[in-house]
C-alpha cells in the first residue's frame, strides 16, 4: 500500500480539495493518506478529518516535525511526500508509485520519482510572469528533485535516512540523497505548482528559500546538497533567444534582491508554501 504524507500548516482553504482528489479515481486499492496538521490556528484538522483520512497533530509549525510525526504512524510503501496545495489525484499517486518498480531492461531498482510540473501564473503579475518564464530554463530541474511539491521515495530509498533533518529545504535534502541514475522523472505526471501573485512576496519567498538551501549546504560535511549553478545559463537563454533579455533582466533583479534580504534582512522559519520558488 502507498502511503501520502502531506503536512500542512494553515492549509484550511487547500486541503480538502488535495484530499479529495486523493480519494477519488484510480484502481481498487487504497492509499494511506496520513494529514500532519502543525500549529494550525485555522480549520485544517476539521477540513481533513471530514475526509476520514488520519490526522497528526503537531503542536508547534515546522515542516520537518510534522513530516517525522507522519512517519511514526505510517506503514505503506513507497512513501510520497505530498505539499497540502498540490493536487494530484490518485491515479497520478499510483503512476508514481509504479514507476518505482524496475522495468524490463532496468539494470537497477529505482528509488525515488517525481513528477514533471507547471508553474501556473495565470493571477500573477506581468514582473512575476517573466521571472517563472526564465526561472523555468534553470537547468537543475532536468535532473533535481525539487520544486515539484511531490516526491515519492521506495522503501529502499527510504532507508537512506532516519528521519528529516530541522531544515527548510527538505525537498532539497531528498535531492541530496539520490543520484541521477536511482530517480525517475515522469512526464505523464504533472504537479501544478501555483506561482504568488506579487514581486513583493515573491522576494520574500525565494528569500526564505535560499536561507534554507543555504542552512542545509552549511550543514553538509559530506559534500552531497547539491550546489548553486553559475550564470552561464542566462547568458546561454539570452543568446538563444533575444526575446529573453527584459525577462532575463527581472529575473536578476529578484534575485540579487532575495539574495540581500536572505543574507542580511529579517528572516522567518514558520511554513511557508513555495509558490514553485526554488533556487538550486
Not at 15 to 42: F, Q
Not at 199 to 222: E, K, Y
Request: net charge neutral; with cysteine; aromatic share 6%.
Amino acid at each position: 500500500m502507498t502511503t501520502v504524507l502531506i503536512a500542512a500548516h494553515n492549509e484550511e482553504a487547500v486541503i480538502g480539495g488535495t484530499l479529495d482528489g486523493l480519494l477519488t479515481g484510480g484502481s481498487a486499492e487504497s492509499l494511506e493518506v496520513i494529514v500532519a496538521a502543525n500549529g494550525c490556528t485555522d480549520g485544517t484538522v476539521t477540513v481533513a478529518r471530514r475526509r476520514s483520512v488520519e490526522v497528526v497533530e503537531v503542536a508547534a509549525a515546522g515542516k520537518a516535525a510534522a513530516l517525522n510525526a507522519a512517519e511514526r504512524r505510517a506503514t505503506g510503501y513507497p512513501r510520497v511526500y505530498l505539499d497540502a496545495d498540490i493536487q494530484l489525484d490518485k491515479a497520478a499517486i499510483e503512476r508514481l508509485s509504479e514507476s518505482l518498480r524496475p522495468a524490463p531492461g532496468d539494470s537497477g531498482r529505482p528509488l525515488v520519482a517525481v513528477p514533471a510540473r507547471t508553474v501556473d501564473v495565470s493571477a500573477s503579475s506581468r514582473w512575476v510572469r517573466m521571472y517563472y518564464r526564465v526561472h523555468a530554463l534553470h537547468p537543475s530541474y532536468a535532473t533535481g528533485l525539487f520544486g515539484r511539491g511531490a516526491v515519492a521515495v521506495s522503501e529502499a530509498g527510504r532507508a537512506r535516512f532516519a528521519e528529516f533533518p530541522e531544515v527548510i529545504a527538505d525537498d532539497l535534502f531528498l535531492d541530496s540523497l539520490f543520484d541521477e541514475t536511482e530517480a525517475r522523472h515522469l512526464d505523464d505526471v504533472v504537479s501544478v505548482v501555483v506561482a504568488v501573485r506579487s514581486t513583493r512576496s515573491l522576494v520574500r519567498r525565494l528569500a526564505r528559500v535560499r536561507r534554507g538551501n543555504a542552512q542545509l549546504r552549511a550543514a553538509d560535511s559530506a559534500g552531497v546538497v547539491r550546489q548553486a549553478v553559475g550564470v552561464r545559463w542566462l547568458t546561454a537563454a539570452v543568446r538563444a533567444d533575444p526575446a529573453l533579455a527584459l525577462a532575463t533582466a527581472v529575473y536578476v533583479a529578484v534575485t540579487v534582491v532575495a539574495e540581500a534580504r536572505a543574507r542580511w534582512g529579517r528572516g522567518h522559519w514558520e511554513s511557508e508554501r513555495n509558490g514553485g520558488v526554488i533556487e538550486p
